[in-house]
């Protein structure tokens, strides 16, 4: 694995067990982290010799309007069963991940996006309440209205307030469960960046896929899959397509090999010359028999593009992997970006998986959010590199910081705390230290990665 820690884990299933758990961590001087369904890439739910609170089985649908999509969950429910339950009453959640395995609790605690950014904004945005265990075994209701400074700092906070033990969260009316589709293919970087910000427009949701292979005119090519909800007169059969079972992933690949095969399958590819040779056969037939191709897929097959293939995660072993995130302004994108393509050419650890997203500014404290673009990249950790590969992140990511842009701590395993620090320039994160150091005094939530970050 990239990071580890040794730690004792408890799993409560209910907020009284909480409190218990939390006043023996401080009786005995334990430091407690947090941790929903694991699906940070980084050490976000990483504490060393410390206590992990396990929340996976809250999991609980505490309330449920049909009428008005508003619901009550507990933290521990997945992405997956909120839309399960919703679905057939014409529901969707607003803001989904590429996966839908991560917990509400912590969405909410990362303030995950979307492939809708710049339209619908980060979970956080559809979160109406939520109830906050604090360190002292406090209980505090929290909103926009009702101690809203501590409502847009615990949102996005990972976890170092408190702990969300409810979240109520507007959900967005669908009439299907199907999209419209459509795959276009870019020739560089620029012409990317200007397809994917001219079709934020026209459609609910727009990512690019980057092949971070090649240079010179090439240099950022990729492909862009937009898509948008039906309509009830575009679906012959609403009913069906607003069943939750019939937006089940398929479980074989042509409908013979079994999908969890799949990750072997693609191991043995796992390195500079094989990912090439994949990213070069799927701009073949981007650029070709894909391009311009519009289709019609399922919610959950547009949407969970990783849960294609089960325990990807596997194909990294033994090093496992890092993602560095960069939100940069729309006017510094083409430049940072490429910047930072050429920086993995020329040290010779190019990213196997380059993502690209349109992002709107948000009001929560410690946000990411920018008026711009964002570009995740992917690398394996190879051991014999792996302190080369952590001073490539810093390289990464000071062009960021002198564009005025953001980085993202849900995928973040590597990032310098200074340049994380630096990012933020009219005293967020001294703001955030104060509510902090005034909620929890004796530093009980603690994580690698506040550590890491915030410096205390």
């Known amino acids: 694995m990239a990071v580890g820690a040794a730690g004792y884990r408890y799993r409560p ?47 609980r649908l505490l309330a449920w309007d049909p009428a008005s999509g508003i619901v009550d969950v507990e933290p521990g429910m997945t992405v997956e069963q909120l839309w399960r339950h919703t679905l057939g009453d014409g529901w969707w959640p607003p803001i989904v991940t590429g996966t839908m395995e991560p917990s509400i609790g912590g969405c909410l605690s990362m303030n995950v996006h979307g492939k809708n950014n ?11 309440e939520l109830d906050l265990l604090t360190p002292d075994g406090g209980l505090r209701t929290l909103s926009r209205d009702t101690e809203p ?20 969260l507007q959900l967005k009316r669908v009439h299907s469960g199907l999209t419209e589709a459509k795959a276009v293919a870019a020739p560089d970087l620029g012409s ?44 012959p059969d609403p009913g069906a397509s607003l069943n939750p079972a019939n937006q089940d992933l398929p479980g074989t690949l042509f409908g013979v090999v079994p999908k969890t095969m799949m990750w072997r399958m693609i191991k043995p590819f796992t390195n500079n010359l094989g990912m090439r040779a994949i990213n070069l056969a ?8 894909a391009d ?32 560095h995130q960069s939100f940069v302004p729309a006017a510094e994108a083409e430049r940072v970006f490429s910047r930072q393509l050429e920086i993995c050419r020329r040290r010779g650890m190019p990213s196997y998986l380059g993502v690209l997203k349109r992002h709107r500014p948000d009001d929560f404290l410690l946000t990411h959010g920018v008026d711009g673009f964002s570009l995740a990249l992917d690398f394996p950790v190879v051991e014999a590199r792996r302190d080369e590969l952590w001073t490539m992140v ?19 395993a590597a990032l ?32 690698s990665l506040a550590t890491r970050l915030l410096g205390e």
């Not at 615990?154 to 409810?166: A, D, E, K, N």
């Not at 799927?282 to 028999?289: E, R, Y």
């Not at 519009?294 to 992997?321: C, E, H, M, N, T």
């Open 13 to 59: 299933e209910t907020v009284d067990r909480i409190s218990e758990i939390l006043g023996a961590a401080r009786t005995a001087g334990v430091p407690v982290v947090a941790r929903g369904s694991g699906c940070s890439y980084g050490d976000a739910a990483l504490v060393p010799e410390g206590l992990v609170l396990d929340l996976s089985k809250m999991r």
């Open 118 to 128: 710049w339209v619908r904004g980060t979970m956080g945005d559809h979160c109406l």
């Open 149 to 168: 400074e501590l409502f847009h700092a615990v949102i996005g906070g990972f976890g170092q307030l408190g702990l969300v033990t409810r979240a109520r």
């Open 192 to 235: 990317l960046l200007q397809r994917l910000d001219d079709a934020k427009d026209d459609w609910e949701y727009v990512i690019g896929w980057v092949d971070a292979f090649p240079g010179g005119g090439k240099l950022g090519r990729g492909l862009l899959h937009f898509a948008r909800h039906l309509e009830a007169d575009e679906d």
């Open 282 to 289: 799927k701009i073949f037939h981007g650029s070709t028999i």
């Open 292 to 323: 311009g191709a519009v289709y019609r897929q399922s919610l959950a097959a547009f949407s969970f593009l990783l849960d294609y293939v089960p325990d990807w995660k596997k194909i990294y072993l033994p090093g496992g992997l890092i993602q």
């Open 394 to 412: 810093r390289e990464l990511a000071d062009p960021v910081v002198a564009a005025g842009g953001r980085f993202y701590p849900a995928k973040d």
């Open 416 to 447: 310098p705390g200074e340049l994380y620090r630096a990012s933020f320039r009219n005293g967020e994160i001294e703001a955030f230290c104060g509510l902090k150091r005034r909620l929890d005094p004796d530093g009980l939530l603690r994580s």
